[in-house]
Every structure is written in C-alpha cells, then in structure tokens.
C-alpha cells in the first residue's frame, strides 16, 4: 500500500483514516512566506457520503484507500439486499439500501452500473447517466390537457415515483437524468 | 517620435489580441495562461524594468546554483544532482554585491522551493528582488508601496503592524499572549489545528492565525503592508524595540486582497548575529526531522567585510500579475506552471 506524503496530496487521491476510506475531493495549499506551510483538505467519506475538514503540516503521511471502481451488472434484489455482479470475474456483491441510496429508483435487472469497493467491500453504486424505463401506471389526463410544463406525478416499473409531463401515459418509456431524478424525453423503447 | 514613445506604441498594438485560446485540458502542449495575458504579463516586466531605472537601479544577475543557499526553517530547497541548490532568493549573492559595494541593485530571477504547488504558489516562480543603501525601513515600505502604485494602480497602501493586524482580526496581543492564550483565541475562531503540531510553540500558532484568519482579512481594498513582526520570526532582519517596549523585528510584508505579495526587511548588518540565528535554524530543522543546511559562509563573509545598512524587499511576480490581471490563480498568469 502506497504511503501519500503532503507533497503528494492532490485532488482526487484515496486515503484511509482510522480504517475509513476517503476520497480527497479539494486540498488547498497555504503557506505564508516565512511561516509552516498548511494542507487544508477536504475529505468525503466514502461509506457514508459526510464531509471532513482536515490540515495537514508538511511532511505528514496518509495511507492510501483501496479503493477501486468497475463495471457491475445489477442481477437482483432480495428483500433489503441488491445484489451485483462483476462483468468480469463475475464475483458477487451484496449491497444494502443504504449503500445503493437513492440508486434503487433506477435500477433494473441487467443494469450495468458503476460499482465502488474498498478492501474489495462494496461501499456505493453508481447507475448510468441516463436510462429508460417503463411507466407503471400513470393519472389519465384531460383530453387536450398536452401543455408540456405541466407536470404529474407517474410511477416507473422500478416502484419509484417522478415528475413527468401531462402527456406521458402508462405503459410508456422514458429516458430519465439518475444524477438529477429528472424526465428528459420520451423513447421509443426498452433500451 | 521620441524613442521612448515609440517603444510605447509598439506596445499598444497588441500581437496575440486576435489568437484563439487552445485548451490545454484538450492539448497537452498548450499554455495554460491564454496569449493574450502572457503579453499583458510582459508589458508589466517592461514598466517594472523602467520604475527601478527611473530610480537609478542596476540591474543584477546571480547564480541559480550554487554551493550554499540560506537556511529556512520552512522552505525547502531543491538539490542539485552533482551538488548544489537551485536557490530559493537571491538574497545570498545580492547581499555579497551590496559588501562589494553596489548601491541600488535589482533583479528579476527564478527561485524555487520543493513542495510549494498551489493556487498561490509553484515550486519554480519569479522573483523581483531588489536592495538599496542608505534606506532603513520606513524608505524601505516607501519604495515597494511606490512599486504597487505603479503596477496596480491602487492607492496609498495601509500601514498596521503585526501586532495591530492580531487585535483588529482576533482581539489578542501577539507579542505577549501565551502558547495557551493563543490556542484558546484558535478554538473560539473554530480554526482547524493540523495534527502533528507542536502546541508549546507560539510561533506555530501566529502563523497558522496568520495563515487562516488575519492574512485573508489584509488589503481588502487596497494594498496593506504589516510590519514590525515578532523577533523570533525576524529572519534576516534587524531587530528593534517598538514604542511600547516589544523586540520587534524590522520585516515587512505588503499584502493585496489576502494574497501576500512582497517581504522586505531592513537588513541585519551583524554577521554575529546572523550567524547565530543561521544555526538556530538548523537546530529547529534537524527538531522538526529535516536536514540541516550547509552554513552560507560566504553571506557570512560578506557581512564580517561589512554588509551597508540598506533595505531590501522581494516580490512575487506571479502573484502581482495575477492580481494587476484580475485572475485568480498564479496558473492564469504562467506559460506552464506544473510543467
């Protein structure tokens, strides 16, 4: 395992602290001419998404996280757990509702998203930028009702709920941003 | 047409004003300051060079590398494969040019110092460094306020001492607040202590007050100079007592929205003493588990000949740009910093 001296500290570096991964997603430099120079960091924590403000003096160490990221199919989900799979050892993952967050409203069996572990311990998962998914059931609206900023709320296939526009009826696709929860368009079909 | 106001428009047409910036996150080659303020940054070098020859300066040129650097407690220089240090000031031979009697010297130079990469610093910058005989600290603010007037177009520049700086920001004495003092007045203004530090040194914690809380509040609107800082950070500064019966050293720093831009000190002209703070820094160095650093002994020889009472200032010109620009970091106003 790497050792990360202050030298090396930079935006984007994995660390481990007190046994938790970080992941350093702003470090600012300080140091007054004469004075002792500063690494003012901020860390996210990686197993539960909370900020962490920490300095650093020169020549202090951090040890590096191991922390890495691939591409993970979403199989199936069994009561509180959602189960993944590597696409190349095909090695499972279990992740709880905490872990996956607001992620589940997206995922669909045979998804391939993005998954983060530690130690090889899955810590989060990240579904694609942009997906489609069926409409569940959707309030019928008044004919001639089609003014697109006018929105309603309909349910999609995976149980979650968004906001769609007035003319989107059940049994329709749409394509959905997952980083904002938004509608984007109508698509023609499953993907 | 005079030559000096043909010099000048020929600088008014400016030759990268139409040039397509290229994106340097898109082009590995490219700069990542654009054309255009590269030729702005260089216009500023020329009304520098003329302020310091309309003044009756010469301008100097030292060694980069050299046997012996001056030893920091907290800059690191860069070693030389075969020997030798890439210098962090040009302090050491500009001094052994003031012995051999130079009057009014300035330069325009590289420094480096390991480890320094930030929004405000690069391990590689320019230094103006520039020293001249006869002045004492009061003509030494003069000058450099005159410099920023200069190049900034900003107003008079403010006058507070170290000591007026702390109360203003924090409410406490700096000169005579106890370690413990110090540490209560970081916790009430939720400042983070870094771990790994040594809380029985009051240096320690004026700078990382300095550093976190007063530097940001200094030259809101125009440029402030802060002066007479403790003795113990007096470095090569001639110490004194202040009005109300402080050691003080005669240091000075100007500093321009939170950004420290120059430091100046009326120079200790006592090889003895000099000497003696050399090894205390050392000594602090080999503490804090860094190598000491060779004695410069010829700054030390130059002093014993007889350094003339003068004062000297050095000035980050990245930073100056960078501000008389309107940027934010030092990279908008570098070719290629990083590289």
Sequence with gaps: MTTYNTSDFRKGLKVQIDGIPYLMVEMNFRKPGKGNALYECKLKNLVRGTMLDRTYRAGQTLEEADVSEFAAQYLYRQQDMFVFMNNVTYEQYELTKEQVGDAWQFLKDGMECNLMVYNNNPLTVTPPNHVILKVEYAEPTARGNTATNVRKPVKLETGAEIGAPAFVNTGDYLRIDTRTGEYIERANGPE | ?339
């Design chain 2, 1 to 339: 047409m005079g030559r000096d106001s043909a010099m000048r428009s020929i600088a008014a047409i400016s030759q990268f004003g139409d040039v397509q910036m290229i994106d340097p996150r898109e082009h590995n080659f490219a700069p990542s300051a654009s054309l255009t303020m590269l030729e702005r940054r260089g216009t500023l070098l020329r009304t520098l060079r003329e302020f310091f020859f309309e003044r009756g300066f010469v301008e100097v040129e030292t060694p980069l590398v050299a046997p012996e650097i001056i030893p920091e407690l907290h800059i690191e220089p860069m070693r030389v494969e075969g020997g030798g240090y890439l210098q962090a000031s040009p302090e050491l031979h500009m001094k052994r040019l003031l012995a051999a009697g130079a009057q009014a010297i300035f330069q325009v130079t590289r420094s480096f110092r390991a480890g320094e990469r930030g929004q405000l610093h690069n391990p590689e910058f320019t230094i103006v460094e520039w020293y001249r005989v006869g002045d004492d600290l009061h003509a030494g603010m003069d000058l450099l306020d005159a410099l920023a007037q200069t190049l900034l177009g900003t107003p008079l520049a403010a006058r507070t001492t170290y000591a007026e700086a702390f109360v203003r920001t924090l409410g406490i004495s700096a000169h005579s607040a106890s370690p413990q003092e110090l540490a209560n007045v970081a916790q009430e203004a939720g400042v983070a202590v870094p771990s790994g530090f040594d809380e029985s040194d009051r240096d320690e914690w004026l700078n990382l007050l300095l550093a976190t809380r007063v530097e940001p509040q200094l030259g809101v609107d125009r440029p402030e100079i802060l002066y007479h800082y403790p003795a113990s950070q007096s470095s090569l500064a001639k110490v004194v007592r202040s009005p109300l019966g402080y050691e003080v050293a005669e240091r000075f720093e100007m500093y321009y929205r939170g950004v420290e831009l120059a430091n100046g000190f009326h120079e200790l002209t006592d090889a003895v003493e000099q000497r003696r703070r050399f090894e205390e820094v050392n000594a602090a160095r080999l503490k804090d588990g860094r190598r000491p650093l060779p004695m410069p002994e010829s700054l030390l020889a130059a002093m014993e000949h007889g350094l003339p009472d003068c004062t000297g200032c050095s000035l980050g010109f990245d930073r100056l740009v960078t501000l008389a620009l309107g940027g934010t970091e030092i990279g908008d106003v570098m070719a290629f910093p990083g590289d």
